[in-house]
């Protein structure tokens, strides 16, 4: 009998997303694993169980994860999932394990080879496993859909008999992945678009979109980006100059999007009650980044808020769980292209080599231990999650007058794959 791949159905409610496709279900078969997917699983994402079927799945229940070799999830695991699966066997989700230490050190008490797919490194090798990327295009497309969802005019000009409708200004802050996609989306709907990142490397490939770049650009701007690609802390001086820009910007806008996260770290904050008070009555800001603090001061997790000057707040959780048909087609890819490194071609059967560079980014334990080097610890003594990265670190609050002596550190705002896709800004 071969070895067993199973895919649960999410339990979270506001997960729609789900971890196989038909297509991964036949490629996972070609690879000598038994398929088995739980009834319903793919019932968010429009994959009814006769389509898993046909592509070669046994369809099964919850129960059936104590047989498996193999894991595809698409988040962590639950306490009561870990206690069905039987020690060994390999899980791979996308694990959210900062500021987790619990659920971490959980997996490793119940005996799991645990992977977390947002580790997958930035390389040339891994560019189709990587669920960041994959994840965040959508959710960049989806949070204009959004805006314009809850925008009640229309996004393009329109010129009629009866008069001239003008085209929505909408500006996008953060340009890494989700960023560029809505730059796009933006554009292909009408909008007139303007963006905003730390980073002078991204500013030709908003304008290839058709979008302005918005930023002071002096000699420091010029040097504000590591020989790694990632934005440097700017001086006080510089961010002051600069959030005094973004907010006579923004306060002329009809939607604003916001993309910034940082790994590991609460989101940092770019929009300031005092900016949101700017903006004119029925504009809409969406905050990508409301799940981890948000960048938007008075976003709400799960919630779209209204303020007292009649500005839209949109914080909807698992922005790329909005449109899970299409996000769920490209994570099982992302999942079936590293579950295939990790197999023998000759015996069809799991191989996990642990000096691999993809194994050793992404594994979080193994053989009952935590083995990430980020959470050695975190089967000893839970990590208390850092402060809030505060609002000067992207975006300096407008007010803000004193000047400071230039600092050096690097600040990761994300990662990325190649110069043609930006790193910072997921």
Do not use: C, W
């Not at 006769?50 to 070799?69: L, M, N, P, T, V």
């Not at 189709?128 to 990327?133: A, G, R």
């Not at 959004?146 to 929505?168: F, I, N, Q």
């Not at 306060?251 to 300031?272: C, F, M, N, Y």
């Amino acid at each position: 009998m071969g070895q067993t791949v199973f895919i649960p159905r999410e339990l979270d409610a506001n997960e729609q997303r789900v971890a196989a496709s038909p297509d991964t279900v036949k490629r996972l078969a070609g690879l000598g694993f038994e398929v088995v997917v739980e009834k319903g699983a793919g019932t968010g994402s429009r994959i009814p169980d006769e389509e898993f079927a046909k592509a070669g799945a046994a369809i099964g229940k919850a129960a059936d994860a104590s047989k498996a070799d193999v894991v595809l999830k698409v988040r962590r695991p639950t306490d009561a999932e870990l206690k069905g699966y039987k020690q060994g066997a390999a899980v791979i989700a996308i694990m959210d394990p900062y500021g987790n230490d619990a659920a971490v050190a959980a997996m490793a008490k119940a005996g799991i080879t645990a992977f977390s797919m947002e580790f997958m490194p930035r390389i040339t090798r891994a560019q189709v496993m990587d669920v960041l990327s994959s994840q965040a295009n959508l959710a960049g497309y989806q949070a204009v859909i959004d805006a314009a969802a809850e925008y009640d005019r229309a996004l393009p000009m329109m010129m009629t008999a009866a008069g001239t409708v003008p085209a929505a200004k909408a500006f996008i802050m953060g340009v890494g992945v989700a960023g560029l996609q809505a730059i796009a989306t933006a554009r292909r709907l009408g909008a007139v678009v303007t963006a905003t990142d730390v980073r002078p490397a991204v500013k030709e490939q908003v304008q290839s979109l058709g979008a302005k770049f918005l930023a002071v650009e002096d000699e420091e701007f010029k040097a504000a980006e590591t020989a790694g690609g990632y934005a440097k802390e700017m001086s006080k001086e510089y961010q002051a100059k600069q959030a005094a820009l973004t907010a006579e910007h923004i306060a002329k806008q009809d939607i604003v999007i916001t993309t910034a996260l940082i790994p590991g770290r609460p989101a940092p904050k770019l929009v300031s009650a005092a900016m949101v008070a700017s903006m004119k009555p029925g504009s809409v800001i969406v905050d990508l980044a409301v799940e981890r603090g948000g960048n938007v001061e008075g976003a709400q997790a799960g919630k779209v808020v209204t303020t007292a000057n009649g500005v839209k707040i949109v914080g909807h959780l698992n922005v790329p769980g909005r449109v899970a048909a299409s996000a769920s087609l490209l994570y099982a890819k992302n999942l079936f292209a590293f579950l295939e490194t990790l197999v023998d071609k000759e015996n069809k059967t799991l191989a996990i080599k642990r000096d691999d560079e993809l194994v050793k980014a992404t594994m979080l334990t193994d053989a009952g231990q935590v083995v990430h080097p980020n959470f050695a610890k975190a089967d000893q003594q839970p990590r208390v999650e850092p402060a809030a990265v505060p609002a000067t670190t992207l975006v300096a609050d407008a007010s803000e007058k004193k000047t400071a002596p230039k600092k050096t550190a690097d600040k990761k705002t994300a990662t990325s794959k190649s110069a043609a896709k930006p790193k910072g800004i997921a």
